[in-house]
């Protein structure tokens, strides 16, 4: 069968994947063909909206390297990204929620002690952060991994700064015999997310803005226990209402302590999981 019709033409594409395909390959893309065919079929795309379309994800491409990851940032901003951990990390009644990674993780941050500076040399409002990290039954976990990041009082990850070679504002700690993990930093600031690319000029054209509420990163892991990505905002930020990225949830939100002056406290729990 060769003339094929608006409507044919989906049965076929999904008749080429072969028996040999991996079983959930197969799956995957016969749901996404089924999909984008009708996707076409439902807003009647021209050739022209098609061909802009295919630019679009060129431009996106050539905006990717080893420090920015434009197709997290279209992810992000369409909110397939926290849909994708909504169904990864269902999570429970008192577990610590989840939220996404973001695209400025970065393996191998610098070792800081308990009692450490995640910012030194960075001015800005500082914070006391002090937390535990429990089992789901309230047990302290000794051990704990934790990796912390987040911008600069203006807006930036050490990663937009200068070379873009040296880490600041982030670092990994290790929770003592009580669970326990602190150190010092800076008050993080709402920023926007890069907009100079693709992805910023889809907001534009969506009358959408790029901002995210300020926040700390957190990835929690421990043997034994299911690890947690996770951002804890700052109570009060303008922008907790529409995060670009749609990462903010109600348990998440934290008070820093007062908003006037020049220290702030930051305390909070975070309840792993058990490993089934």
Same mark, same amino acid.
């Given at each position: *069968? ?12 999904? #008749? ?7 079983? $959930? ?21 021209? &050739? ?20 920015? &990851? ?15 951990? #909504? ?37 800005? $409002?500082?914070? =006391? ?15 704990? &991994? ?31 015999? =009580? ?57 009060? =930020? ?16 934290? =008070? ?9 406290? *930051? $305390? ?9």
């Amino acid at each position: *069968m060769r003339n094929f019709t608006e409507q044919s033409i989906t049965d076929a594409a999904l #008749a080429r994947i072969t028996p040999e395909c991996d079983p $959930r390959l197969r799956e995957v893309m016969t749901a996404f063909i089924r999909h984008l065919h009708d996707f076409v079929r439902e807003t009647r795309i021209t &050739q022209e909206e098609w061909l802009k379309g295919i630019q679009f994800l060129t431009e996106c491409g050539k905006f990717c390297d080893d420090k920015r &990851q434009e197709f997290i940032l279209l992810s992000d901003t369409l909110g397939v990204s926290m849909l994708v951990d #909504a169904i990864a990390n269902p999570g429970g009644p008192g577990i610590t929620e989840s939220t996404v990674l973001g695209p400025f993780f970065r393996e191998n941050p610098p070792v800081v002690p308990n009692g450490g500076d995640l910012a030194p040399g960075v001015a800005g $409002r500082r914070v =006391d952060v002090d937390c535990r990290v429990t089992s789901d039954d309230g047990t302290p976990i000794a051990g704990a &991994q934790i990796d912390c990041w987040q911008s600069s009082p203006e807006g930036f990850y050490d990663s937009q700064i200068g070379d873009g070679e040296a880490h600041n504002l982030r670092g990994r700690l290790t929770s003592d015999k =009580d669970g326990r993990f602190w150190f010092h930093t800076t008050l993080p600031a709402a920023y926007p997310i890069p907009d100079d690319g693709p992805v910023g000029a889809l907001l534009r054209a969506m009358g959408r803005h790029p901002m995210r509420p300020g926040h700390l990163h957190f990835w929690v892991q421990a043997p034994g226990h299911r690890q947690v990505i996770t951002h804890l905002f700052v109570k009060g =930020d303008a922008y907790l209402e529409s995060d670009v990225v749609f990462g903010v949830k109600d348990s998440l939100v934290v =008070d820093f302590g007062p908003q006037t002056g020049p220290q702030h406290t *930051m $305390r909070y729990e975070f309840h792993l999981k058990k490993a089934a």
